[in-house]
């Protein structure tokens, strides 16, 4: 089983920056993408960043910029780096990580449990 620990969210004001930071643990063999989805009230969730694990990176449009995604392979660990944050950045936000664990073929998706990121004055 993979474990995802989500830390770093908060409430943050306008124009102010935030870190979050995701571990995967467990029997994992090797993960392919690592990434951040973010769901706001009453909207369906949607992707943020995501990274692999040779490095190719996709963003929303709408946090090109202003947010940085990094990996730590090393540490099964993913990042990301919030800055500039708008009201409408606040949401939930989900680590998601693709791994192959070990003794299996194929990869499956794990979620973690969300940490909330509130950006008011």
């Known amino acids: 089983q993979v474990e995802i620990v989500e830390s770093g969210g908060g409430l943050v004001q306008p124009g102010g920056s935030l870190r979050l930071s995701c571990a995967a643990s467990g029997t994992i063999f090797t993960i392919d993408t690592m990434g951040w989805y973010r769901q706001a009230p009453g909207k369906q969730r949607e992707l943020v960043a995501t990274i692999t694990s040779g490095g190719t990176i996709n963003y929303v449009d709408s946090v090109k910029g202003r947010f940085t995604i990094s990996r730590d392979n090393a540490k099964n660990t993913v990042y990301l780096q919030m800055n500039s944050l708008k009201p409408e950045d606040t949401a939930v936000y989900y680590c998601?990580?693709?791994?192959?664990?070990?003794?299996?073929?194929?990869?499956?998706?794990?979620w973690g449990q969300g940490t909330q990121v509130t950006v008011s004055s």
């Open positions: 998601y990580c693709n791994a192959r664990r070990f003794l299996t073929t194929s990869f499956t998706s794990s």
